[in-house]
């Protein structure tokens, strides 16, 4: 699906639960969680006929996330399912990954392409304070799991909070004694991620390089410093670093810093089927509501490239309040839209 800005669409991202077993201070409010009533949220065949439509349209990944989507039962059929429906070539999973241990062996048999496991720190009483429970020991499990398939690429995720506490270094370092790239992600001022502190991504390469002063890029030594020197890996939004001596590389998704927009292949599916075209926006369209209504494949078609047809030329992060009250800026928080 080519949009009106040119930038042909490819990829879908849903998620499948509003439900998670942690609480993030950036993505979820410590208590009072409003979960949407199961009955709205998607059933597994009405996702499976959205992918079916949204792949007849020219979709070819798809990346599981939520909420936390291993919350949700039955995850590796749904992979299963949708590696084996015509169009799909990928199929990648994000998770905070506390219940990865015992579904890891049912996702590499289900054919699941990839994963992203979300590590903001190594320190037990750091993780306590970001994500406000106490289960940095199954995440780093669920990691070890993984790393014993080496056919699934593997990715860690880390939001840099720029706290003290933060072991931003421990975190890179799992670069270097692993084949596994660890890579930095600009925090959004969406949700409980506006008005919290954070490291941005030339910030943070900054103090990479002070500490790894052989961090390179094609064989050029840094400084200056700009994100943008960074290799992409495929075509998605990170930019890559080697750094001599270590296994995997170091990467930065640096959406405020360094706006990306233009190269935006994404489009996003709420866990009630709400499609979105753009994180920062509310707009989008209603596919439960096309689905529940008896709509067909087509009208459902019509719906996605209507939508499609308003996706935005790019987020105003960091503009006036004001102007983002007029551009109808999206109340959900991450949890909800899926990160
Ligand atoms: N629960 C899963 C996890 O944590 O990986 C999947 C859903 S989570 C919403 C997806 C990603 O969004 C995580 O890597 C998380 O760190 C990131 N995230 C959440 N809120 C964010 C924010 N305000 N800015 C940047 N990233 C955010
Ligand atoms: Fe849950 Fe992921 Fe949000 Fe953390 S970032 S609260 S793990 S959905």
């Known amino acids: 699906m080519i ?9 879908l991202r849903i998620s499948v639960t509003d ?5 993030c201070i950036y993505c979820m409010p410590e208590e009072g969680v409003q979960h949407v009533e199961r009955s709205l949220i998607l059933q597994e065949e009405e996702i499976l006929r959205i992918c079916r439509v949204m792949a007849e349209l020219g979709i070819r990944k798809i990346k599981l996330t939520g909420g936390e989507p291993l919350v949700r039962p039955r995850m590796p059929l749904l992979v299963e399912k949708l590696k084996n429906m015509p169009g799909i070539e990928k199929v990648t999973l994000t998770t905070n990954g506390v219940l990865l241990k015992e579904q890891m062996r049912d996702f590499a048999q289900a054919g699941l392409d990839g994963l992203n496991i979300s590590l903001d720190t190594m320190d037990k009483a750091c993780s306590r304070r970001i994500t406000r429970r106490d289960e940095l020991g199954r995440t780093l499990e669920g990691i070890r799991e993984a790393q014993g398939y080496p056919e699934i690429s593997l990715k860690i995720n880390c939001v840099p909070l720029g706290i003290p506490e933060q072991d931003l270094c421990q975190i890179a370092l799992i670069a270097r004694d692993h084949k596994v790239h660890v890579r930095f992600i600009e925090m959004m001022p969406i949700g409980f991620g506006a008005g919290l502190p954070c490291l941005s991504g030339p910030e943070l390469l900054e103090r990479f390089y002070r500490r790894w002063p052989q961090l390179q890029i094609l064989g050029k030594k840094l400084p200056p410093f700009s994100i ?3 290799e992409p890996l495929g075509n998605g939004p990170c930019h890559y670093y080697d750094v001599e001596g270590f296994s995997g590389k170091i990467g930065f998704i640096s959406a405020v810093s360094h706006k990306f927009c233009g190269e935006c292949n994404r489009i996003r599916l709420t866990s009630q089927g709400f499609l979105k075209t753009c994180l920062q ?5 209603d596919l439960r509501a096309v689905i529940r209504n008896g709509g067909s494949d087509e009208e459902m078609k019509k719906v996605i490239l209507e939508a499609l047809a308003e996706k935005p030329d790019g987020h105003v992060f960091g503009g006036s309040l004001e102007k983002q009250k007029e551009d109808k800026t999206e109340k959900l928080c991450m949890a909800q839209i899926g990160g």
Do not use: K, Q, T, V
Request: charged fraction near 35%.
């Open 3 to 11: 949009d009106r800005c040119g930038r042909n669409i490819d990829y």
């Open 281 to 285: 926006y509310a707009a989008g369209r």
């Open 228 to 230: 943008y020197e960074g």
């Open 19 to 23: 439900r998670c077993n942690l609480r």
